[in-house]
Nanobody
Framework: VQLQASGGGLVQPGGSLRLSCVASGFTLDDYAMGWFRQAPGKEREFVATISWNGGNLDYADSVKGRFTISRDNAKNTLYLQMDNLKPEDAAVYLC???????????????WGQGTQVTVSS
């Protein structure tokens, strides 16, 4: 079971990035998925979650209206579209597969390695 995140990078405030997370070794559509982030010196925090069929979306208040989570089960891939990025969004972003098919903010069984997002002018 492996989750491979990519798409991070350096972007100016107000810019956009699209993160991807490709699953291998298991079928993505059996799981709800989520994105989390961790900044230096801070605890890991929930960002967004999506149920197995693309429903039941949930976002952290800090990203609501700016980030969009989506998935393509045929491609075994999870996405996070990040718009209007702010310096406080800078962190390592991690994707995860939840133990249940319905999205949520906890009970994640599998974690990918992170992809770094830097927001700076």
């Amino acid at each position: 079971v492996q989750l491979q995140a990519s798409g991070g990078g350096l972007v100016q405030p107000g810019g956009s990035l699209r993160l991807s997370c490709v699953a291998s070794g298991f079928t993505l559509d059996d799981y709800a998925m989520g994105w989390f982030r961790q900044a230096p010196g801070k605890e890991r925090e929930f960002v967004a979650t999506i149920s197995w069929n693309g429903g039941n979306l949930d976002y952290a208040d800090s990203v609501k209206g700016r980030f969009t989570i989506s998935r393509d089960n045929a491609k075994n891939t999870l996405y996070l579209q990040m718009d209007n990025l702010k310096p406080e969004d800078a962190a390592v972003y991690l994707c995860a597969a939840r133990r249940w098919p319905i999205g949520g903010r906890a009970d994640y069984a599998y974690w990918g390695q992170g992809t770094q997002v830097t927001v700076s002018s």
